[in-house]
Nanobody, 116 residues
Framework: VQLQAFGGGLVQAGGSLRLSCAAS????????VGWYRQAPGKQRELVAD???????HYADYVKGRFTISRDNAKNEMHLQMNSLKPEDTGVYYC???????????WGQGTLVTVSS
């Protein structure tokens, strides 16, 4: 499965962006999919993830501002980001992983820049 992330860009603080991640050459299946981000000089961190059944989990710093969703039929995942802050700046990566095996797959990143 190849994952392709897109939708990043430059936005002012308080604005919104919608990121998307699409799978090709395979399907999401029953795997968990999620978004990670890596800010300059920092480690990659989990932003949000969602199970096949739609159960979502968010990092505390995005709760109430970001919404993750997935379309199992289209093998797409989205991250609606509202009320963006400069500290949300970073490269956002989509990831697919199994909770029962060691299988995982990363997409390439998409850059989000939030100006103050």
């Amino acid at each position: 499965v190849q994952l392709q992330a897109f939708g990043g860009g430059l936005v002012q603080a308080g604005g919104s962006l919608r990121l998307s991640c699409a799978a090709s050459g395979g399907v999401f299946g029953f795997n968990v999919v999620g978004w990670y981000r890596q800010a300059p000089g920092k480690q990659r961190e989990l932003v949000a993830d969602i199970t096949w059944g739609g159960s979502a989990h968010y990092a505390d710093y995005v709760k109430g501002r970001f919404t993750i969703s997935r379309d199992n039929a289209k093998n797409e995942m989205h991250l609606q980001m509202n009320s963006l802050k400069p500290e949300d700046t970073g490269v956002y990566y989509c990831r697919l992983w199994s909770t029962t095996t060691t299988y995982e797959n990363w997409g390439q990143g998409t850059l989000v820049t939030v100006s103050s």
